[in-house]
């Protein structure tokens, strides 16, 4: 534990009202306009919200992973764009220096990324390479005592405000596979780097979303996370099995979230004469979201001790990450259900909440790619027990 017990309840508790006071009352607005409120930025970094993850040595609040996910459970009872912002950050973005970079590369960004001053993208995905993550086709080519970056990144979230992105791109063209990838920590004011326009997406407005394309882009040889060729497609999994932790937390907050909705609406409104709570038809799907949410964040928080006692297991993270982000989706289509008509319209927070969780189904990996790490683990285990 990064912090004493006291102090993890105070956060918790300056985090609870600032969902209450800040984001929530901002929700409507911010999925209309597409844009957040840069104030509501400024009150994160004030926060520490950049720096979570990041330990103290390098200005971040060096939370454990346990405290991580009470964190980001909370944050997310508010919409899950307002996460975003400083997501990549905390997880994805900035994961790849501080588990596999030099000391170097670690003093240079981690500092600038725990403040917020600086934002840390992470561009895995392309065009042609989404779950088949080892064959990625952006090429890094040695040049003298740095590389040349050509190629495309899909679907980069925050690229559009990113200072430095983490970037996997091959090495070595005679490795087809996970062996010949790199990865690179790039600035984005790298001359060769140029942004696609800004994604329209389904949900989570105010997220920025475009491609990132490198043409003849020229980095030093010390922009090598950990020095080392060849460890970029491991770094990125060691990264999301972090990450998809982290997602399975956020999957349990937005589903507490949604009950809470749900339950409010259905004491309130009237049919029949009476409350719909009082419907045992009701009652039924109110009692199958809160029994699944409890089993998913029961899960998230064994799965964290887990990881923090050292099983570094990426099927502990691919499990919590695929019952949670499945289990917000049944209990985001309930909360629609439950409000009826109006669970279809824009003013209700149901609504909006039901687009911006489809997501969680598909990024950090789809629920079929956690579904076979899951199962290769354990016929791996299987058939080590047999032999
Ligand atoms: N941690 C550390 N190393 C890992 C690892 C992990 N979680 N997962 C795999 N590796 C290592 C393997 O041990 C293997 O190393 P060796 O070559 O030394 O044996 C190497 O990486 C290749 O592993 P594997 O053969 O299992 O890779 P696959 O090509 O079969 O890919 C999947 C495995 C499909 C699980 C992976 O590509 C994946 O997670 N895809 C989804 C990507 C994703 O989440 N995209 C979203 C983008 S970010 S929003």
Request: aromatic share 6%; charged share 25%; proline share 4%.
């Amino acid at each position: 534990m990064a912090l004493d017990q006291e102090t993890l309840e105070q956060f918790v508790d300056t985090i609870q009202r600032f969902v209450r006071e800040r984001l929530i009352p901002a929700e409507a607005e911010v999925d209309a306009t597409d844009t957040i409120p840069q104030p509501l930025i400024d009150e994160m970094k004030a926060m520490g919200l950049f720096g979570l993850t990041i330990p103290e040595e390098y200005g971040g609040l060096g939370l454990s992973i346990t405290e991580e996910v009470r964190v980001a459970y909370e944050i997310t009872h508010a919409a899950p764009t307002f996460r975003s912002v400083f997501g990549t950050n905390v997880a994805i973005g900035s994961q790849g220096i501080l588990i596999d970079g030099t000391e170097e590369q670690k003093q240079t960004y981690l500092p600038k990324l725990a403040s917020g001053e600086m934002i840390a993208s992470f561009a895995l995905t392309e065009p042609d390479i989404g779950s088949d993550a080892a064959s990625v086709k952006t090429r890094a080519t040695g040049d003298g005592n740095g590389y040349v970056l050509n190629g495309t990144k899909r679907y980069i979230t925050n690229a559009p405000s990113a200072d430095i992105f983490t970037v996997m791109a091959r090495t070595d063209p005679e490795q087809k596979g996970a062996r010949g990838v790199s990865a690179f920590v790039v600035e984005a004011k790298t001359p060769g780097i140029r942004l696609g326009k800004p994604e329209n997406k389904m949900g989570q407005k105010g997220g920025q979303v475009c491609d990132v394309i490198f043409e003849d882009c020229r980095i030093p040889g010390s922009a090598l996370i950990g020095g080392v060729e060849g460890q970029g497609f491991k770094t990125a999994m060691k990264v999301l099995d972090k990450g998809r932790l982290h997602i399975a937390a956020c999957c349990c907050g937005l589903a507490d979230r949604l009950i809470q909705e749900s339950l409010a609406y259905a004491i309130e409104r009237q049919q029949f004469g009476q409350p719909i709570a009082d419907f045992q038809l009701i009652q039924a799907m109110l009692a199958d979201s809160q029994t699944e949410h409890d089993v998913g964040w029961a899960l998230v928080r064994d799965a964290a001790q887990r990881y923090e006692a050292g099983e570094k297991l990426p099927r502990i993270a691919a499990e919590a990450k695929y019952y949670c982000s499945e289990m917000l989706g049944r209990v985001a289509d309930r909360a629609v259900q439950i409000h009826g008509g109006a669970g279809y319209i824009n003013d209700y927070a149901v609504s909006r909440l039901y687009r911006d969780v489809r997501i969680y189904r598909l990024y950090e990996g789809t629920s079929q790619i956690q579904q076979l790490v899951i199962a290769k683990d354990m016929i791996r285990r299987a058939r080590e027990a047999l032999s």
